[in-house]
């Protein structure tokens, strides 16, 4: 079997090139590697007083961070990347601390909203300031703000290809705030 294959990316040369060392592979696992450690750091130091914890944070973010304050339960779901029984879960639990309410949607029966309240709003508030704080000093510490903003960009090109519904906006919603 021959172990020379060419890449399938289109800026590679016409050189074929050891599969092991194809640069999609590099780029493919600097990502994953960067976006484990920024998980698991994120995951083990956000803990607020608020009863906030990693899993809640996340979805409560996106909500607070939507136009109107309030998305879709399965655009959420799609989103943080949770299957419908998870996401029920989750927005059980922000109900049950008071953070975000359900709402039917008055056009279409099938389709609950999950928005945030008031006291989800404060504690997102609360949570940001040491959230921002420890993203910036120990994951962006290397990046200037010109780094990052190209960044953004390309991470979101990478995710537009590969998790559409995460860009996905309803008609009635707008365009999401921040994205």
Same mark, same amino acid.
């Given at each position: ?21 194809? *640069? ?5 696992? #600097?990502?994953?590697? %960067?976006?484990?450690? %920024?998980?698991? /750091? #994120? ?7 608020? &009863? ?8 409560? #973010? ?24 998870? $996401?029920?879960? $989750?927005?059980?639990? #922000?109900?049950? /601390? ?17 928005? +945030? ?6 504690? $997102? ?9 420890? +993203?910036?000093?120990? +994951? ?35 365009? *999401?705030? &921040?994205?």
């Amino acid at each position: 079997m021959d172990t020379e294959l060419m890449s399938t990316h289109p800026e590679a040369s016409a050189t074929p090139v050891d599969p092991l060392d194809d *640069p999609v592979l590099t780029t493919m696992g #600097l990502l994953f590697e %960067a976006a484990a450690g %920024a998980h698991t /750091l #994120l995951g083990t130091t956000l803990v607020s007083d608020s &009863g906030l914890t990693d899993q809640l944070f996340e979805p409560l #973010l996106r909500l607070a961070r939507s136009n109107g304050g309030r998305l879709r339960m399965t655009d959420l779901a799609a989103q943080c990347r949770y299957s419908a029984s998870a $996401v029920t879960r $989750v927005s059980d639990r #922000l109900e049950a /601390l008071g953070f975000a309410t359900r709402e039917s949607c008055p056009s279409d029966r099938r389709v609950v909203h999950l928005a +945030i309240t008031e006291t989800g709003r404060r504690a $997102v508030a609360e949570a940001m300031p040491p959230h921002v704080r420890m +993203i910036d000093e120990r +994951i962006f510490a290397n990046v200037d703000a010109d780094e990052r903003r190209e960044l953004d960009r390309l991470l979101r090109k990478v995710r537009d290809a590969v998790h559409p519904c995460a860009a996905a906006v309803t008609p009635e919603m707008g365009a *999401p705030a &921040g994205r």
